[in-house]
């Protein structure tokens, strides 16, 4: 198969002109940038979708009635108006347009399915690109792609994020080597439940946009595409689509689609661009995604090797043919994943498969059981369990003491052992041979080792510093150990799904220059449980000035001085305060001069209120 794709992919090169088959076309600045430009500054757009290669599967017709304009860019989805969409790219002097146009759509429909305009997601088109031409006929990294194997790979590999494969290859077109990505990147995928094409019909594509999101879509680039300055862009003609990017929104004032393009922010509206309906056949393969949020806990489990001990083999048999099933409990029902083909004549096979389970328990319960697929003799049980049992020869019904048990704590990230597990370099191993059953009787029990790995995306909430209160109040000139009032501290670092808790140390950093002696009631505090507060007095000795003084005072995380918080402080100081007993001898006053007129005592209420 991946001989007929190269064969398509070096005609398109000797049949088309160098700007579709290639897709690669060098402009000065003067024009793509029309406020500062020089001749002698060059810039790179490259496009990279192959014309040929397998044909998308028959669209999807959609109905309905719609706005008559949209933009992903600022809409309103589920009560809440945002930017939906990400930043511009730039795919530079590589043809990887198909990386760029499928990815922009997934995180833009990430960040729809997560409910949040502010969620940040970007994803590796480097992923894509490098190991896309190591693992998927129809991929040739800068080379550019066939439009079917781009969405084939998203949805059999999934998207990593960029930070675990960063793109390079925009600079000179290098192609890193797949292995370049990070070690754990297996826990990091994020994975589509599939995709569709839709009918290459305005209304259908306008339909699909706003109930699924940003939509992949090929084009034809004409040579006058590369120096678009902004507004709607129109070309006639009937050359093979040779560039992928996202539709983003329409306006039907206008009869355009507004679209996400690959070329940087300094090209066309911002990297934006807007295209009439109907040109540069846009709508002929257009693509959505299916996705389901996964924000959620999920525990990876890694079969990475299974092998042989002892017969388990019929005598026409020449190798094992293993298949497995892992079975997780995942807080509410059991759910089962199989691969009915994992190896075929292999007694030592080795291949990493990853299966992902979303889990609603912190300790998920797993099970493993594999079994070897005899087309004469009949399936036979294999014993991967230390519990005491065996497998069985024709025969793969589930028998507690052949099956691996387990549970899995994903606050801890560690196993909780039911039967017997053996660390070996980077995988656990259970075996039919492991005690207590000790493989008495291999042959008859068809031992079988298993290596496997378990992990999970669960992030333990982390302390997170926040404070309630502000401090205001007026004491007399000089007044020592004012009471200044009081504020709260709380940890908010919670768990949405209650499995842990963070604890929070804190403390006073920073106080107003002015006053002195400063005094805190509780002065700081140590493991501040998740949603719990506490109340804090604050006490000073007052200027001797009178004025009115304002400042902060500055709570931090004593573990991480980056999460702090300010408490406002404003502070008066008369020189004559007038507190509840000046008000009190004001009262009186005012009541004697009107009914007793004693100029005795209204002397003596003159002084008091001086000294109040």
């Given at each position: 198969?991946?001989?007929?794709?190269?064969?398509v992919f070096i005609v398109?090169?000797?049949?088309?002109?160098?700007?579709?088959?290639?897709?690669?076309?060098?402009?000065?600045?003067?024009?793509?940038?029309?406020?500062t430009s020089s001749s002698?500054?060059?810039?790179?757009?490259?496009?990279?979708?192959?014309?040929?290669?397998?044909?998308?599967?028959?669209?999807?017709?959609?109905?309905?009635?719609?706005?008559?304009?949209?933009?992903?860019?600022?809409?309103?989805?589920?009560?809440?108006?945002?930017?939906?969409?990400?930043?511009?790219?730039?795919?530079?002097?590589?043809?990887?347009?198909?990386?760029?146009?499928?990815?922009?759509?997934?995180?833009?429909?990430?960040?729809?399915?997560?409910?949040?305009?502010?969620?940040?997601?970007?994803?590796?088109?480097?992923?894509?690109?490098?190991?896309?031409?190591?693992?998927?006929?129809?991929?040739?990294?800068?080379?550019?792609?066939?439009?079917?194997?781009?969405?084939?790979?998203?949805?059999?590999?999934?998207?990593?994020?960029?930070?675990?494969?960063?793109?390079?290859?925009?600079?000179?077109?290098?192609?890193?080597?797949?292995?370049?990505?990070?070690?754990?990147?297996?826990?990091?995928?994020?994975?589509?439940?599939?995709?569709?094409?839709?009918?290459?019909?305005?209304?259908?594509?306008?339909?699909?946009?706003?109930?699924?999101?940003?939509?992949?879509?090929?084009?034809?680039?004409?040579?006058?595409?590369?120096?678009?300055?902004?507004?709607?862009?129109?070309?006639?003609?009937?050359?093979?689509?040779?560039?992928?990017?996202?539709?983003?929104?329409?306006?039907?004032?206008?009869?355009?689609?507004?679209?996400?393009?690959?070329?940087?922010?300094?090209?066309?509206?911002?990297?934006?661009?807007?295209?009439?309906?109907?040109?540069?056949?846009?709508?002929?393969?257009?693509?959505?995604?299916?996705?389901?949020?996964?924000?959620?806990?999920?525990?990876?489990?890694?079969?990475?090797?299974?092998?042989?001990?002892?017969?388990?083999?019929?005598?026409?048999?020449?190798?094992?043919?293993?298949?497995?099933?892992?079975?997780?409990?995942?807080?509410?029902?059991?759910?089962?994943?199989?691969?009915?083909?994992?190896?075929?004549?292999?007694?030592?096979?080795?291949?990493?498969?990853?299966?992902?389970?979303?889990?609603?328990?912190?300790?998920?319960?797993?099970?493993?059981?594999?079994?070897d697929r005899d087309i004469?003799?009949?399936?036979?049980?294999?014993?991967?369990?230390?519990?005491?049992?065996?497998?069985?020869?024709?025969?793969?019904?589930?028998?507690?003491?052949?099956?691996?048990?387990?549970?899995?704590?994903?606050?801890?990230?560690?196993?909780?052992?039911?039967?017997?597990?053996?660390?070996?370099?980077?995988?656990?191993?259970?075996?039919?041979?492991?005690?207590?059953?000790?493989?008495?009787?291999?042959?008859?029990?068809?031992?079988?080792?298993?290596?496997?790995?378990?992990?999970?995306?669960?992030?333990?909430?982390?302390?997170?510093?926040?404070?309630?209160?502000?401090?205001?109040?007026?004491?007399?000139?000089?007044?020592?150990?004012?009471?200044?009032?009081?504020?709260?501290?709380?940890?908010?670092?919670?768990?949405?799904?209650?499995?842990?808790?963070?604890?929070?140390?804190?403390?006073?950093?920073?106080?107003?220059?002015?006053?002195?002696?400063?005094?805190?009631?509780?002065?700081?505090?140590?493991?501040?449980?998740?949603?719990?507060?506490?109340?804090?007095?604050?006490?000073?000795?007052?200027?001797?000035?009178?004025?009115?003084?304002?400042?902060?005072?500055?709570?931090?995380?004593?573990?991480?001085?980056?999460?702090?918080?300010?408490?406002?402080?404003?502070?008066?100081?008369?020189?004559?305060?007038?507190?509840?007993?000046?008000?009190?001898?004001?009262?009186?006053?005012?009541?004697?001069?009107?009914?007793?007129?004693?100029?005795?005592?209204?002397?003596?209420?003159?002084?008091?209120?001086?000294?109040?």
């Amino acid at each position: 198969m991946k001989i007929k794709y190269t064969v398509v992919f070096i005609v398109g090169l000797i049949l088309c002109s160098p700007s579709i088959a290639l897709g690669i076309h060098n402009t000065t600045s003067e024009s793509y940038n029309y406020s500062t430009s020089s001749s002698q500054n060059f810039k790179t757009y490259a496009t990279g979708l192959l014309p040929g290669g397998p044909s998308l599967p028959q669209g999807k017709y959609f109905t309905g009635r719609t706005p008559s304009y949209w933009d992903w860019r600022d809409a309103t989805y589920s009560g809440i108006t945002g930017d939906w969409t990400t930043e511009i790219k730039d795919q530079g002097n590589c043809g990887s347009c198909y990386a760029f146009g499928s990815l922009a759509a997934l995180e833009a429909v990430m960040k729809i399915h997560s409910n949040n305009p502010d969620l940040s997601v970007d994803l590796s088109e480097q992923f894509m690109v490098s190991c896309g031409q190591e693992w998927v006929s129809g991929i040739f990294g800068c080379g550019g792609a066939f439009v079917s194997p781009t969405f084939e790979f998203i949805e059999e590999y999934g998207a990593i994020p960029e930070s675990c494969f960063p793109y390079v290859s925009g600079g000179s077109g290098y192609e890193p080597s797949c292995s370049d990505k990070c070690g754990n990147w297996q826990d990091l995928v994020i994975q589509i439940d599939d995709w569709h094409t839709i009918a290459e019909d305005i209304e259908s594509i306008k339909n699909a946009l706003i109930q699924y999101g940003p939509l992949s879509t090929t084009m034809t680039v004409y040579s006058d595409f590369y120096s678009y300055p902004g507004g709607v862009y129109e070309h006639s003609g009937d050359e093979e689509t040779n560039h992928i990017v996202a539709i983003v929104g329409y306006d039907d004032s206008l009869s355009c689609w507004i679209c996400k393009n690959s070329w940087g922010d300094d090209w066309g509206e911002d990297g934006w661009f807007r295209i009439a309906y109907g040109n540069c056949r846009i709508e002929e393969d257009t693509i959505y995604f299916e996705y389901t949020d996964q924000t959620e806990p999920f525990v990876n489990v890694k079969m990475h090797r299974i092998k042989m001990i002892g017969d388990i083999e019929g005598i026409l048999e020449f190798g094992a043919d293993w298949s497995y099933r892992i079975s997780v409990f995942d807080g509410e029902e059991w759910i089962d994943q199989i691969n009915d083909d994992y190896a075929t004549n292999d007694d030592d096979h080795t291949e990493d498969v990853l299966h992902r389970f979303s889990i609603y328990t912190p300790e998920p319960e797993i099970t493993i059981k594999v079994w070897d697929r005899d087309i004469l003799s009949g399936d036979d049980l294999a014993d991967v369990s230390g519990y005491e049992g065996g497998g069985a020869d024709n025969d793969i019904s589930d028998r507690r003491g052949a099956i691996f048990h387990g549970y899995y704590d994903v606050v801890e990230n560690e196993l909780i052992e039911i039967d017997t597990v053996i660390v070996e370099g980077d995988f656990y191993t259970t075996s039919g041979t492991y005690p207590p059953d000790n493989g008495d009787n291999p042959d008859q029990e068809n031992d079988a080792k298993v290596w496997f790995d378990i992990s999970d995306n669960y992030e333990p909430p982390i302390p997170e510093l926040n404070v309630v209160g502000q401090l205001s109040s007026e004491v007399r000139v000089g007044t020592a150990h004012h009471h200044l009032g009081t504020f709260i501290v709380e940890n908010i670092g919670i768990d949405p799904h209650g499995w842990s808790e963070s604890y929070l140390d804190w403390e006073i950093s920073q106080v107003p220059e002015w006053g002195q002696h400063w005094e805190f009631e509780p002065n700081g505090g140590f493991d501040l449980a998740s949603g719990e507060s506490v109340s804090v007095e604050v006490y000073v000795d007052a200027p001797a000035e009178e004025d009115e003084f304002e400042g902060t005072i500055e709570v931090r995380n004593s573990k991480d001085h980056s999460d702090l918080a300010e408490i406002p402080v404003l502070l008066k100081t008369p020189l004559f305060y007038k507190g509840f007993l000046w008000h009190l001898f004001e009262f009186l006053k005012d009541v004697l001069q009107k009914y007793i007129q004693s100029s005795f005592i209204l002397k003596v209420l003159d002084v008091l209120l001086t000294l109040s």
